[in-house]
């Protein structure tokens, strides 16, 4: 166990439809990681947060956006969704930064339907 | 911009063989470097990491890598692998000039044969 959580598990949902994963990163971990896992893609970093600002941005589409609250917790949001945002939702965490060993939550899987 | 090459999608091998995963990364300043393993249906967890000093590393289960600049390589190696070693592993950098970007590699499965 990693010490990060995120909820839900899985999601199924329809295309179109707008979705919120959570993520709580470990305890004293001020940077959070959002990745996104496809079979085609591989693992795609989207975006980091530390201490609740927007440090790195990856191959984040405009659909999707993320926040880290003022409790380090973030949320990835997904909307418009499309079939293809199908994957495996990755939330890590860290106590600092760029060299620091990043803890990967178990991850959230959505089927986009 | 930095950049991760696995060269080997899929490396299969006998159990008790030694093996090794390579990674060749890509920069123009110093970069922190890891390896991290995925066992199926589980997030990625850190298998060791270079971030300066000696240019061999070792890490947990048995494995070990070396830095080596001239190269621009960060070969993962395990002398003698066990079945339960079969996942797939991720080389990934870190740091350089004006990023915080974590940029991993696509990934090598390592299947091991009884």
């Known amino acids: 166990d990693s010490g990060v959580t995120q909820t839900p598990k899985h999601l199924i949902t329809a295309t179109g439809q707008r979705v919120t994963l959570r993520c709580s990163p470990r305890s004293g971990d001020l940077s959070v990681y959002w990745y996104q896992q496809s079979l085609d893609q591989g693992l795609q970093f989207l975006i980091q947060y530390y201490n609740g600002e927007e440090r790195a941005k990856g191959n984040i589409l405009e659909r999707f956006s993320a926040q880290q609250f003022p409790d380090l917790h973030s949320e990835l949001n997904l909307s418009s969704l499309e079939l293809g945002d199908s994957a495996l939702y990755f939330c890590?965490?860290?106590?600092?930064?760029?060299?620091?060993?990043?803890?990967f939550g178990p991850g959230t899987r959505l089927l986009v339907l | 911009a930095q950049s991760v090459t696995q060269l080997d999608s899929q490396v299969p091998v006998f159990e008790e063989a030694p093996v090794e995963l390579r990674c060749n990364y890509s920069?123009?300043?110093?970069?922190?470097l890891f390896w991290y393993v995925q066992y199926p249906n589980q997030g990625l967890q850190l298998l060791l990491k270079?971030?300066?000093?000696?240019?061999l590393v070792k890490g947990i289960n048995g494995f070990e890598a070396e830095f080596n600049k001239s190269q621009t390589s960060f070969h993962l190696r395990k002398p003698s692998v066990h079945i339960s070693d079969t996942a797939e592993y991720f080389c990934a950098v870190s740091g350089g000039k004006g990023t915080y970007k974590y940029i991993f590699g696509t990934g090598t499965r390592l299947k091991v044969l009884a």
């Open positions: 890590a965490s860290s106590y600092g930064q760029i060299q620091e060993t990043q803890y």
């Open positions: 920069s123009s300043v110093s970069v922190y």
């Open positions: 270079y971030l300066s000093g000696s240019t």
